[in-house]
């Protein structure tokens, strides 16, 4: 079965950087285009970042465009969300989604942590 396995996450200062992994398993991964979402408290999750499985092209969320950047190994089945200058107001839980058959799959998520 799908199998999605965040890492990364952590407590960081503002300005700071992380790097989220996602490792997946139970698909073909290098045809399956990869997402991260994120949900804060209190707020619904949002769409962060996607990589395509053809040619890599990416999409972002407005406010995180030119300080994250997605990217993927297809030899590791893993997807990775590079974050840079990173806000107060990206502290949210980060999830990997993969749309499989239709439908979509999560992993448990990774906690961001923007403080000072």
């Known amino acids: 079965q799908v199998q999605l396995v965040e890492s990364g996450g952590g407590l960081v200062q503002p300005g700071g950087s992380l790097r989220l992994s996602c490792a997946a398993s139970g698909f073909s991964f290098s045809r399956y285009a990869m997402s991260w979402y994120r949900q804060a408290p209190g707020k619904e999750r949002e769409f962060v970042a996607r990589i395509s499985n053809s040619d890599g092209s990416t999409t972002y969320l407005d406010s995180v465009k030119g300080r994250f950047t997605i990217s993927r190994d297809n030899a590791k089945n893993t997807v990775y969300l590079q974050m840079n200058t990173l806000k107060p107001e990206d502290t949210a839980v980060y999830y990997c989604?993969?749309?499989?058959?239709?439908?979509?799959?999560w992993g448990q998520g990774t906690q961001v942590t923007v403080s000072s």
């Open positions: 989604n993969v749309v499989f058959w239709g439908l979509d799959s």
